[in-house]
């Protein structure tokens, strides 16, 4: 079946610093790729898309690139803030959207 | 007010006790979903609507019901709580493509004592 597997957290960063959370998955077919955020005391929040291979997913200075090749989503920003610290979900659609299946997690905390 | 409505935000209940979490959206859209979250284990689907008339277990079902009132409604039941149903418990709906994600509400937090 589909999954999706997410780097450990939690990652710890100084701001301004370079940010890399890892993202790979097993799907059948073409599957929509997404990442989440959620921000403490609250639901996910949909960051950024990617519905098929080599589309980039770009948002609020996020981005992620759909690989086919190496099954991979990885979520970059060049320089993150305090406020950036979150719990960061890594998900995949099927087609047609039926199911959904979302990653562990990944805690984020940025330091001033 | 909120795409996705949640309530109540908090529930402290005690086991045995039956307990509804109730959910409002006012996107329009026919797919609505019940997750559980649990710290490492990420979001579980509990139960899946596709329209009105149509509902579907997910991955751990068990111990919970579902009610699709409306298009825009989706109540979770428990009908009898036990402790380990302590959790967040997220509503989301999405539309008909899959392709643009889904909108959840801000939670409702369980616990059973």
């Known amino acids: 079946g589909n999954s999706v597997t997410q780097m450990e957290g939690p990652v710890t960063l100084s701001e301004e610093a370079f940010l890399t959370i890892n993202c790979t998955y097993t799907a059948t077919g073409y599957p929509s790729l997404f990442w989440y955020v959620q921000y403490p005391g609250e639901g996910l929040q949909l960051l950024l898309k990617a519905t098929k291979a080599d589309d980039k997913g770009s948002n609020k200075g996020f981005e992620a690139t759909y690989r086919k090749e190496t099954t991979s989503f990885h979520l970059e920003k060049g320089s993150v803030q305090v406020s950036d610290s979150a719990v960061y979900f890594c998900?995949?659609?099927?087609?047609?959207?039926?199911?959904?299946?979302f990653g562990a997690g990944t805690r984020l905390f940025v330091k001033a | 007010d909120a795409d996705v409505t949640q309530t109540p935000r908090n529930r402290i209940t005690k086991t045995g006790k039956r307990i509804m979490l109730e959910c409002s959206q006012t996107k329009g859209h026919d797919r609505m979903y019940w997750y559980r979250q649990d710290p490492g284990l990420g979001l579980r689907l509990i139960y899946y609507?596709?329209?009105?008339?149509?509902?579907n277990k997910g991955e751990i079902s068990d111990g919970y019901s579902v009610s699709r009132q409306a298009q825009a409604k989706f109540s979770l039941s428990l009908e009898s709580a036990i402790p380990n149903q302590t959790a967040l418990y997220f509503c989301?709906?999405?539309?008909?493509?899959?392709?643009?994600?889904?909108?959840f509400g801000s939670g409702t937090r369980l616990t059973v004592v």
């Open positions: 989301a709906t999405s539309d008909t493509t899959g392709n643009y994600g889904y909108t």
């Open positions: 609507s596709f329209d009105v008339k149509d509902i």
């Open positions: 998900a995949l659609s099927d087609i047609g959207g039926f199911k959904t299946i």
